[in-house]
Structure formats: structure tokens, C-alpha cells
């Protein structure tokens, strides 16, 4: 079975599930849960929530590492306290939904972009030693980098820095290194999502900077779990530092994801891959999968989150949440 038709299957199950969760909780509560009408069976009419709007084309400033003021609502369900704007978190083995806030509403999703802008260069069968030089264009506004003009990259190790440490200058010489124009890989990238379902997902360019890239919590998990397929990056995507050299100089990156970098022996979970995000106005963004101790294999996303302290200890809270045995308390929020 080829990976579009598995994640598309996947991806009907969960959808499925969000529509079961949200009609139920319509019918005892009244609430709306941001999914389309089509979404619920047996014709029940559950009302949409305004999706937040697709910000405009303008060109962000900030980056992963970036601090923004506490701002922003909590939405409180049972023992979960979620400040983000929108969350969701699933079983993938079970396809079971655990915790949805906002899960089908687009959203700005910041440098989880690049995720996409792996997935989309791996499927182009790369010549992964191939030297790709940096130019003016990938360090120009590229905010975070560690790279500079006229250094010797190899594919390899720009894979490792667009996923590992977030580098927006080796995101944008990754999409050169597939021998398109960056107008034709974008292209490629959205071709990409539809292949994949992603039909809530849209792509303006390769490094997430730009708040046009945007998706859904949905969508998110399955990009995620669609990278995690592929045995590279699901090694890249495990990374917690790494280190490479280029014709100047030797380069030590670390992951941006504090979860991951921070080990903590209490916990009943372990992640084994994420990718962060950050821009204005996209807010503080997260997807992850942890394995639990107990078996449970657990995606979950993050979505505008009003810092990034926040965006960790929510992320934290829904996974020791979602490991513990026994009864849940309901699922849906928003």
C-alpha cells in the first residue's frame, strides 16, 4: 500500500472520529467544534466555527526562537488547561481521538511548513551528498540561520538543519537543491499536500516564515506521520543535536523542540519526532508523537499558542494526560 492511499485512509478514520466526538458533544452541550457540516453523520447539523482568517502574504519577521507577551484566552476541559488556539490529540493506532480544540480550523503553522518542505524534496529521490552552495537570497530576511553566504552545504546536512534547528536559509537552498525554481517547488509542495488529502492545507514557500503557509491540527498529525514514514527523516526528526561542517566552518545544532531536548525520568512518555514553529501570527506551534510507556502511540499538535513556555507546558500536559490510565474526562473543547 503506498503511502497517499494509507494516509488517506488514516485520515478518513480520523475525521471520522472528530465528527463522531463533535456531534456527541453538540448534542449534550450545544457547542461548536470548528468542523464542516459534511463532517457529521446521519445528516446531524452541527454549526461551524469561523475559521481564523488566512493572514495576509506579508512577509514575517520572527522565527522558532522568538518570545512573544502572555496573551490569549484558556480553555479549560476537565483536568486539561489548553491556551492555544487549537490542539488535538490521537491515538494512531486506536484512531482514536483524545483531546480536539479547533482541530479542522485553518491556521498560520509557522516552520512546521518545513515539514512539508522535507517530505516534498525526499519524494523527488535527491542526491542527498549533492553541494549546494548558500546564496545571498537564502540568508536574506532568513532571520534564523546559522549558515552564511558562500558556504558549501551538503543536501544531507540541510535536511538536518531545516528540521533540527529550524534554519530558514537551509530551508530555502533545500528547495534549490531540488533543481527547481522556488515558484515551481512550492508548486511541487502543494501537489504534494493533495496527493497526501491535505485538503485544508496551502503552501507559499518553503520555510514557514511567510504567514500564507497555512493547515489544520488534522492536518498537521497527518504531515507529521507522513514524515515519520520515511527512514531518513524519521532519523533526522529523532535528533536532539547534531553536528556537520561546510567549506568554513563546523556547525552544532539542537533541536528547538525543549520536550525533547530536556529528558525527564518521571515521565510516562517518550517523543520520537517534532517539529516546533513560530512567527507572529502564527503564535507558538508544536507536533509531536510520543510513545508511552504503556504501549500508546500518541501524535499531537499545538496550534497559536501565546508563548513559548506555554506552548511546551500545554504540549506536556496533553501527553501526561492522554497516558493515563483510566477514564478521560470528555474530549472536546472550544
Not at 456531534?23 to 453523520?41: H, K, L, M, Q, R
Not at 486539561?80 to 481521538?97: F, H, P, W
Not at 536559509?169 to 508548486?187: D, P, Q
Not at 513556555?309 to 477514564?327: A, I, V
Request: with cysteine; charged share 25%.
Amino acid at each position: 500500500m503506498s503511502n497517499a492511499v494509507s494516509i488517506r485512509s488514516w485520515a478518513g478514520r480520523i475525521s471520522c472520529a472528530l465528527a463522531l466526538s463533535a456531534a456527541s458533544a453538540f448534542t449534550n452541550t450545544g457547542s461548536t467544534f470548528g468542523i464542516t457540516p459534511e463532517d457529521v453523520p446521519n445528516g446531524t447539523e452541527v454549526p461551524v466555527e469561523e475559521a481564523h482568517p488566512v493572514a495576509s502574504a506579508a512577509r514575517e519577521t520572527s522565527s522558532d526562537r522568538a518570545e512573544a507577551p502572555s496573551a490569549g484566552s484558556i480553555a479549560r476541559r476537565g483536568e486539561i488547561r489548553i491556551r492555544a488556539r487549537a490542539a488535538l490529540v490521537i491515538d494512531i493506532q486506536k484512531g482514536e481521538v483524545i483531546y480536539q480544540k479547533n482541530a479542522t480550523s485553518p491556521f498560520p503553522i509557522a516552520s512546521i511548513t518545513k515539514l512539508m518542505t522535507a517530505v516534498t524534496y525526499m519524494r523527488m529521490n535527491p542526491d542527498l551528498e549533492k553541494s549546494v552552495r548558500i546564496t545571498r537570497q537564502d540568508v536574506y530576511r532568513a532571520n534564523w540561520t546559522k549558515l552564511r553566504y558562500r558556504e558549501q552545504v551538503s543536501a544531507m546536512d540541510l535536511l538536518y538543519a531545516t528540521l533540527v534547528a529550524s534554519d530558514n536559509a537551509a530551508a530555502r537552498a533545500l528547495a534549490r537543491a531540488s533543481g527547481l525554481t522556488m515558484k515551481a517547488f512550492v508548486g511541487r509542495m502543494n501537489e504534494t499536500a493533495a496527493s497526501l488529502g491535505l485538503s485544508n492545507s496551502r503552501f507559499t514557500e518553503p520555510t514557514g516564515l511567510d504567514a500564507g503557509n497555512v493547515s489544520t491540527a488534522v492536518d498537521c498529525v497527518a504531515l507529521l506521520w507522513t514524515a515519520l514514514q520515511d527512514e531518513l527523516l524519521s532519523e533526522i526528526l529523532l535528533a536532539r543535536e547534531y553536528k556537520f561542517g561546510t567549506n568554513r566552518r563546523t556547525h552544532t545544532i539542537r533541536t528547538t523542540n525543549r520536550l525533547v531536548r530536556d529528558t525527564v525520568s518521571e515521565r510516562q512518555w517518550e517523543g520520537v519526532g517534532s517539529k516546533t514553529g513560530y512567527i507572529r501570527r502564527a503564535g507558538y506551534c508544536l507536533v509531536m508523537r510520543a510513545l508511552g510507556d504503556s504501549g500508546d502511540d500518541i501524535y499531537a499538535v499545538i496550534l497559536g499558542g501565546p508563548t513559548s513556555r506555554t506552548r511546551f507546558t500545554d504540549m506536556q500536559r496533553l501527553l501526561d494526560w492522554s497516558m493515563k490510565d483510566g477514564d478521560r474526562p470528555g474530549g472536546v473543547d472550544g
